[in-house]
C-alpha cells in the first residue's frame, strides 16, 4: 500500500478498535439504553467521521448496491439461516435471551422490532460499511478483520451463537462487498431477528 493507503487503512482500524473499546466500556441498564448507545458508537459516530473526511457515504454502503445481487444475497441467506433459526429456537439458551424486551401487546412488539431494526443497522454499518470499507486496502483480508471483532461483541450471549457470529460475520462481509451495500446483511440480519424472536416464543 502506498503511504497515503496505509495511512488511511490505520486511520480506519484505529478508529474502529477506539469505538468499540469505548462502546463495549459504557454500561446501559436497559434494552432501550443499550441500542442507543450502539447507534451513538456504530452509526453517528461513524458518519460524522466519514462526513468530516469528505467520504461518500455510499462507498461505505449507504446506498442500493447492486439491486440483483442485494436481492440474491439476500434469498440465499435467507435460506440457509431458516434450518439454523428453527434448531435454535428450540434450545432452552437462546429461549431464555430471546427476545430481549418484555411487551404487553402486538403493537409493542413491533414498536419494539423497529428499534431493534435500529440495532441491526447501526450493528451492520459499522462491522460492514466503516471498518470494513475503511479497511479496503487490504483487500479480501478486510473480510476477516471486520469478523474477528464482530464475533467478540457477540460475548455474552449464547455460547452456540458466539460461534455462529463469526460465520455469519464472513459471510456479511463477502455479499455486502460483493454487492457493494450493507442491504443484504441489514435486512437478513433484521428479519432473521424478528422471525426468531417470534420461534423462541412459540
Given amino acids: 500500500m502506498k503511504n497515503g493507503k496505509t495511512y488511511e487503512f490505520f486511520f480506519f482500524l484505529a478508529a474502529s478498535l477506539a469505538l468499540l473499546y469505548v462502546n463495549r466500556s459504557l454500561h446501559s441498564y436497559t434494552f432501550k439504553g443499550f441500542i442507543c ?25 449507504l446506498s442500493l448496491g447492486d439491486k440483483a445481487l442485494v436481492k440474491r444475497y439476500f434469498i440465499i441467506l435467507f435460506l440457509i439461516a431458516i434450518p439454523f433459526m428453527l434448531v435454535g429456537s428450540r434450545m432452552e439458551a437462546f429461549r431464555l435471551y430471546y427476545p430481549r424486551f418484555v411487551f404487553g401487546s402486538w403493537h409493542e412488539f413491533i414498536y419494539w422490532e423497529l428499534l431493534v431494526g435500529v440495532l441491526m443497522l447501526s450493528t451492520e454499518f459499522f462491522f460492514r460499511g466503516f471498518m470494513m ?16 471483532p464482530y464475533t467478540y461483541v457477540h460475548i455474552g450471549k449464547p455460547i452456540n451463537e458466539v460461534f455462529y457470529s463469526f460465520f455469519a460475520g464472513l459471510a456479511f462481509g463477502h455479499v455486502d462487498r460483493e454487492s457493494r451495500s450493507i442491504l443484504p446483511s441489514f435486512l437478513l440480519h433484521w428479519s432473521t431477528s424478528i422471525i426468531f424472536d417470534i420461534l423462541c416464543m412459540m
Fill in 37 to 61: 448507545k450502539e447507534a451513538v458508537f456504530y452509526l453517528i459516530i461513524p458518519v460524522g467521521i466519514l462526513l468530516l473526511l469528505r467520504k461518500k457515504l455510499a462507498s461505505y454502503g
Fill in 133 to 148: 470499507s475503511g479497511l479496503k486496502r487490504s483487500g479480501r483480508w478486510a473480510i476477516l478483520i471486520q469478523a474477528l
